[in-house]
């Protein structure tokens, strides 16, 4: 069965660059989400897309944006990067048909910035 | 703060032995779900259980949740090496619009498993 897919797996970035993180749900998955983990961290909620639009937004910074395209998938964009941003950052995506409201979340993006 | 705290923190049991984590919230929820995260790894859900509900089981997994108290157990029985993680509950509130309802994680429970 098709899981939610992320790319890149690793990303190494230095201080001031831009990044770009791709996602892409489950097929027929109505909602995306977006979280960041750092080392010995809980995941902490970014932000979500329901049908393409943005449903809620949690602790994101204003450098970090991210949008969901007609196809559904998502992409996080983040600038001006700084040591603080190295974390996990997940995906994960949901349906509000899914009977256990599940989540299914992406194996992640690991983010380095030296 | 986090909508979800884990206790403990990091638990170490024997193999063959129980391991129970417990997790506490603040907010009312739709429901309660416990995830599964391998060292630097994907999150993988594991059991979720709604508002009304107060106990549920999934092979070695029980969960109980007590919305009274807000708070959720996770009991893992005849545990193994292999069940070595942290183990993270996380409560699904209704997002701004309606139509994404988030997680909200706790700390995490690490649990080690020892043969």
């Known amino acids: 069965a098709a899981g939610v897919i992320q790319s890149p797996r690793h990303l190494i970035k230095e201080k001031r660059e831009t990044a770009t993180l791709k996602c892409y749900p489950i097929?027929?998955?109505?909602?995306v989400y977006w979280y960041q983990q750092g080392p010995g961290q809980d995941p902490q909620f970014l932000i979500s897309?329901?049908?393409?639009?943005?449903?809620d937004k949690g602790s994101i910074p204003d450098r970090f944006s991210a949008q969901q395209f007609s196809d559904y998938h998502s992409e996080l964009n983040m600038s001006s990067l700084e040591l603080g941003d190295s974390a996990l950052y997940f995906c994960?995506?949901?349906?509000?048909?899914?009977?256990?409201?599940?989540?299914?979340f992406g194996s992640g993006t690991r983010l380095t910035v030296v | 703060s986090q909508q979800g705290e884990e206790d403990p923190q990091a638990l170490s049991i024997q193999e063959g032995e129980n391991a129970t984590m417990n997790c506490s919230y603040k907010?009312?929820?739709?429901?309660l779900q416990w995830y599964r995260q391998n060292s630097g790894r994907g999150l993988v859900h594991l059991i979720l259980?709604?508002?009304?509900?107060r106990e549920k089981h999934s092979g070695r997994l029980r969960v109980t949740l007590d919305t009274s108290k807000k708070s959720s157990s996770l009991l893992i029985t005849a545990s193994r090496a292999a069940d070595t993680a942290s183990y993270f509950c996380?409560?699904?509130?209704?997002?701004?619009?309606?139509?994404?309802?988030?997680?909200?994680f706790g700390t995490g429970t690490q649990l080690k498993v020892e043969l």
């Open positions: 994960a995506s949901s349906s509000r048909d899914s009977p256990n409201y599940g989540y299914t």
């Open positions: 097929p027929r998955h109505d909602t």
């Open positions: 897309f329901y049908e393409k639009m943005q449903s």
């Open positions: 907010t009312s929820i739709n429901n």
């Open positions: 259980i709604r508002s009304n509900e």
């Open positions: 996380a409560t699904v509130t209704k997002g701004l619009t309606g139509g994404g309802n988030k997680l909200t």
